[in-house]
């Protein structure tokens, strides 16, 4: 099962891949590159304009308003796995 996460979306450094920034459960930010096909968003983002968006994560373990989650890339902070509020994923 998968899920989305709500994140803010960049132009990478090379074609087809992007910049990703986003919030754990405790406000702590993390980033990564991700390609395309693990993104979702609306508009295309521009070096001036960063969108809100999504990225792709898979669901690990819950508890309570927590959940652990798998990014498609580890972040450049904390790895792959990070803990998120469920209010923040779709």
């Not at 960049?10 to 920034?21: I, Y």
């Not at 792709?56 to 790895?79: C, H, Q």
Request: aromatic share 10%.
């Amino acid at each position: 099962m998968e899920k989305w996460l709500k994140c803010t979306i960049s132009p990478g450094q090379f074609t087809g891949e992007f910049a990703v920034h986003g919030q754990m459960f405790d406000a702590t930010e993390f980033s990564l590159f991700a390609s395309r096909d693990d993104l979702e968003f609306v508009e295309e983002p521009t070096p001036d304009k960063p969108v809100s968006g999504f990225i792709r994560v898979k669901p690990a373990a819950r508890e309570d308003d927590l959940l652990l989650v798998s990014l498609p890339r580890p972040t450049f902070e904390n790895g792959r796995t990070i803990t998120v509020k469920i209010s923040e994923t779709k």
